[in-house]
Nanobody, 116 residues
Framework: QVQLVESGGGFVQAGGSLRLSCAGT????????VGWYRQAPGKQRELVAGMTRAGMSNYADSVKGRFTISRDNAKNTVYLQMNSLKPEDTAVYYCHVDPLGSVAYWGQGTQVTVSS
């Protein structure tokens, strides 16, 4: 049974930082593309950052230079370091893991709230 558990969300003032983590069980991150999405109230879920199995990363324009995605395959964990947070970054953040040759999985989401 695959389980993705996110942590690290919370409340922070504008300009602050948070680090999200997503730990997986029942799935091998080494053979998976990983990513972070977010969904703000009344808006569609959007890709924030992604990383291929080969380690190439991509970012939404709105977070480039502020957010960094990383992974530790030995720990089956993906991270999202978020710096210089803005109120518009407020959303529920979801971990997404896409294993080679299998269905993709979502985490349960973690709330990030940035005050002005």
């Amino acid at each position: 049974q695959v389980q993705l558990v996110e942590s690290g969300g919370g409340f922070v003032q504008a300009g602050g930082s948070l680090r999200l983590s997503c730990a997986g069980t029942g799935i091998n991150f080494r053979f998976s593309a990983v990513g972070w999405y977010r969904q703000a109230p009344g808006k569609q879920r959007e890709l924030v950052a992604g990383m291929t199995r080969a380690g190439m990363s991509n970012y939404a324009d709105s977070v480039k230079g502020r957010f960094t995605i990383s992974r530790d395959n030995a720990k089956n964990t993906v991270y999202l370091q978020m710096n210089s947070l803005k109120p518009e970054d407020t959303a529920v953040y979801y971990c997404h893991v896409d294993p080679l040759g299998s269905v993709a999985y979502w985490g349960q989401g973690t709330q990030v709230t940035v005050s002005s």
